[in-house]
């Protein structure tokens, strides 16, 4: 084999085998439990070159196969850890590896996973944390140990590892930010939080077992800017606040951490220090490699955090990310259909339907709502700028209260779109019981649960309307949707006028259990047994009611 890689399952390890593998190298993934070749598989990693090996670097190692280059980036990465969790896998784990790789009588290198904020003196664990010392104190072994035995090894040590899948450390901050819990940061002005994406990373680690045995990289961003800028440049891609103060870290250490929600183990890596990058800088331009825009790398990294909800759930359709202050997901450019949902829900409404639909879609948040940040646009503005760079004459496909803009785009713009579909129009029909009380008050309908939105709106618990209460939490959201509600009721006559002004095919399609209260002169499919919702209940009977875009303007 051309190398192993310990940790093969965690954030980096992963990575890493993916990069080898591209390479063409055979790679020997050491894991307890193999959750990587499922990950591997679903990023579309050629996996003819991998072996899959059982280890636990807390233990001896035995009977792994002979390799030329070992690589260990296993490691407890957890805030809170006990001293002896921390030290088994970190410490005495780290120890193992080097003491197995010792035995190879064909070894390159042993690159060992360290910390950008290591140093030559003795891991204080009472201040540092486990986590932090541990990995302080691996590294002195680790070097002390390597000189004994003679092994080549190098030393990486990379600052704060951002990318698709990492939902710790920084990310913890991002999600506050989010979620409107970031009234101050800690820490001064001028704190300096580095990155790295795990796409530079994995690729500067297997440049090096080909260079030079005994040099310490210091793999991070010089151009990272301080956590202020930092935290704004995210804040003002997700269209959320940053906050303007900074609290200094010892009154964070003395305050209690149920006011600050601050991990006191965090708080270590809050300092102005700078490192000594010159040797990685030096060999990444003879590698070249090259690091991504710090700002760019963020504001991707963001958009991945939102679409997996820090960790909680999966995308239902790539790409996605904000384009400006919208939320989309699909295809910007060559849609067959776009679709916009009704209230209170967001995009990923449509994602049972999506599975259907045989060609490409648009799906975004409306302004506002859902993931999307308010604008001082009118909604029709809005949906002309989001159909602007369209190149296709897609079919768009309204629910509810969105009915009322899909309509007057499809007055205004008959030439831009090849057929319109209006699901559940609300302007045709009476509230309902989904627009009580209970809904319309916006604290309340903030604190509902999950199990609590289903009931309200008469439908089934679903990943959907999880992911419309998780939005309904954030700051302002249930406010503006409750705002939604009662200026499209107010607008129901002036919006029904215009269903005679349509030019395009139309179809009108509500549930039997929730009909139309007013006549129209255009045919109604009803779906037997649908509610108000049934691209989430029935989404395969309306698959033949939503038409064949045309492939392009014009067509």
Same mark, same amino acid.
């Given at each position: 084999?051309?190398?192993?890689?310990?940790?093969?399952?965690?954030?980096?390890?992963?990575?890493?085998?993916?990069?080898?593998?591209?390479?063409?190298?055979?790679?020997?993934?050491?894991?307890?439990?193999?959750?990587?070749?499922?990950?591997?598989?679903?990023?579309?990693?050629?996996?003819?070159?991998?072996?899959?090996?059982?280890?636990?670097?807390?233990?001896?190692?035995?009977?792994?196969?002979?390799?030329?280059?070992?690589?260990?980036?296993?490691?407890?990465?957890?805030?809170?850890?006990?001293?002896?969790?921390?030290?088994?896998?970190?410490?005495?784990?780290?120890?193992?590896?080097?003491?197995?790789?010792?035995?190879?009588?064909?070894?390159?290198?042993?690159?060992?996973?360290?910390?950008?904020?290591?140093?030559?003196?003795?891991?204080?664990?009472?201040?540092?944390?486990?986590?932090?010392?541990?990995?302080?104190?691996?590294?002195?072994? &680790? %070097? =002390?140990?390597? *000189?004994?035995?003679? @092994?080549? /090894?190098?030393?990486?040590? +990379?600052?704060?590892?951002? #990318?698709?899948?990492?939902?710790?450390?920084?990310?913890?901050?991002?999600?506050?930010?989010?979620?409107?819990?970031?009234?101050?940061?800690?820490?001064?002005?001028?704190?300096?939080?580095?990155?790295?994406?795990?796409?530079?990373?994995?690729?500067?680690?297997?440049?090096?077992?080909?260079?030079?045995?005994?040099?310490?990289?210091?793999?991070?961003?010089?151009?990272?800017?301080?956590?202020?800028?930092?935290?704004?440049?995210?804040?003002?891609?997700?269209? &959320? %606040? =940053?906050?303007? *103060?900074?609290?200094? @870290?010892? /009154?964070?250490?003395?305050? +209690?951490?149920?006011?600050? #929600?601050?991990?006191?183990?965090?708080?270590?890596?809050?300092?102005?220090?700078?490192?000594?990058?010159?040797?990685?800088?030096?060999?990444?331009?003879?590698?070249?490699?090259?690091?991504?825009?710090?700002?760019?790398?963020?504001?991707?990294?963001?958009?991945?955090?939102?679409?997996?909800?820090?960790?909680?759930?999966?995308?239902?359709?790539?790409?996605?990310?904000?384009?400006?202050?919208?939320?989309?997901?699909?295809?910007?450019?060559?849609?067959?259909? &776009?679709?916009?949902?009704?209230?209170?829900?967001?995009?990923? /409404?449509?994602?049972?339907?999506?599975?259907?639909?045989? #060609?490409?879609?648009?799906?975004?948040?409306?302004?506002?709502?859902?993931?999307?940040?308010?604008?001082?646009?009118?909604?029709?503005?809005?949906?002309?700028?989001?159909?602007?760079?369209?190149?296709?004459?897609?079919?768009?496909?309204?629910?509810?209260?969105?009915?009322?803009?899909?309509?007057?785009?499809?007055?205004?713009?008959?030439?831009?779109?090849?057929?319109?579909?209006?699901?559940?129009?609300?302007?045709?029909?009476?509230?309902?019981?989904?627009?009580?009380?209970?809904?319309?008050?916006?604290?309340?309908?903030?604190?509902?649960?999950?199990?609590?939105?289903?009931?309200?709106?008469?439908?089934?618990?679903?990943?959907?309307?999880?992911?419309?209460?998780?939005?309904?939490?954030?700051?302002?959201?249930?406010?503006?949707?409750?705002?939604?509600?009662?200026?499209?009721?107010?607008?129901?006559?002036?919006?029904?006028?215009?269903?005679?002004?349509?030019?395009?095919?139309?179809?009108?399609?509500?549930?039997?259990?929730?009909?139309?209260?007013?006549?129209?002169?255009?045919?109604?499919?009803?779906?037997?047994?649908?509610?108000?919702?049934?691209?989430?209940?029935?989404?395969?009977?309306?698959?033949?009611?939503?038409?064949?875009?045309?492939?392009?303007?014009?067509?």
């Amino acid at each position: 084999m051309d190398a192993i890689v310990f940790g093969a399952t965690g954030f980096i390890g992963r990575s890493l085998v993916a990069e080898l593998l591209g390479r063409g190298q055979r790679v020997a993934a050491a894991v307890r439990n193999d959750t990587l070749t499922p990950w591997l598989n679903s990023h579309d990693v050629d996996t003819s070159g991998l072996t899959v090996v059982t280890a636990d670097i807390t233990r001896p190692l035995t009977g792994l196969p002979q390799v030329r280059d070992v690589y260990n980036t296993a490691a407890r990465f957890a805030f809170g850890l006990g001293v002896a969790e921390a030290r088994a896998a970190n410490v005495t784990g780290a120890l193992n590896v080097l003491e197995w790789a010792a035995t190879l009588p064909g070894l390159r290198r042993l690159v060992h996973i360290s910390g950008y904020r290591v140093s030559d003196a003795r891991p204080d664990y009472a201040r540092l944390g486990a986590y932090e010392a541990s990995k302080a104190e691996a590294d002195l072994a &680790v %070097r =002390a140990r390597a *000189r004994e035995l003679e @092994v080549p /090894l190098t030393i990486a040590n +990379p600052s704060t590892v951002i #990318g698709p899948g990492q939902v710790i450390g920084l990310a913890a901050l991002v999600e506050d930010l989010w979620n409107g819990r970031l009234p101050a940061l800690p820490g001064g002005p001028d704190v300096f939080l580095p990155i790295v994406t795990i796409d530079y990373f994995a690729r500067f680690l297997a440049e090096i077992p080909a260079s030079p045995a005994g040099e310490d990289y210091w793999v991070l961003d010089d151009t990272t800017p301080v956590l202020p800028e930092l935290v704004s440049t995210v804040a003002d891609h997700m269209g &959320v %606040r =940053a906050p303007r *103060r900074t609290i200094p @870290v010892g /009154l964070v250490r003395r305050l +209690p951490r149920k006011i600050t #929600g601050a991990d006191p183990e965090t708080l270590s890596f809050l300092s102005a220090d700078r490192y000594p990058t010159a040797s990685a800088r030096a060999f990444a331009g003879a590698a070249g490699l090259e690091m991504p825009p710090a700002a760019d790398a963020l504001r991707a990294w963001a958009d991945d955090l939102v679409a997996t909800r820090f960790g909680a759930a999966s995308p239902w359709l790539r790409p996605y990310g904000f384009r400006g202050r919208t939320w989309t997901m699909g295809d910007a450019h060559r849609p067959a259909h &776009v679709l916009l949902h009704g209230l209170p829900m967001n995009a990923d /409404l449509w994602a049972p339907l999506a599975a259907h639909l045989p #060609g490409p879609i648009l799906a975004p948040d409306l302004p506002g709502l859902g993931r999307s940040a308010p604008t001082a646009q009118p909604i029709d503005a809005w949906l002309a700028d989001l159909m602007a760079p369209v190149q296709t004459r897609p079919v768009l496909v309204a629910h509810s209260l969105a009915c009322g803009p899909a309509l007057r785009f499809a007055v205004e713009h008959p030439e831009r779109i090849s057929g319109l579909v209006l699901i559940a129009p609300a302007f045709l029909q009476a509230p309902g019981p989904r627009l009580t009380r209970s809904v319309l008050a916006a604290p309340m309908l903030r604190r509902m649960s999950a199990a609590r939105l289903a009931g309200v709106l008469d439908l089934p618990e679903s990943p959907e309307v999880a992911s419309a209460a998780a939005d309904l939490r954030r700051s302002g959201v249930a406010r503006r949707v409750v705002t939604a509600l009662r200026t499209s009721y107010a607008e129901r006559a002036r919006t029904r006028a215009l269903l005679d002004r349509v030019s395009v095919p139309i179809e009108i399609i509500v549930g039997s259990a929730d009909p139309l209260f007013v006549g129209v002169d255009h045919p109604v499919t009803e779906i037997a047994g649908a509610g108000h919702y049934p691209q989430l209940t029935h989404p395969a009977q309306l698959v033949p009611h939503l038409g064949v875009a045309s492939t392009q303007i014009g067509g």
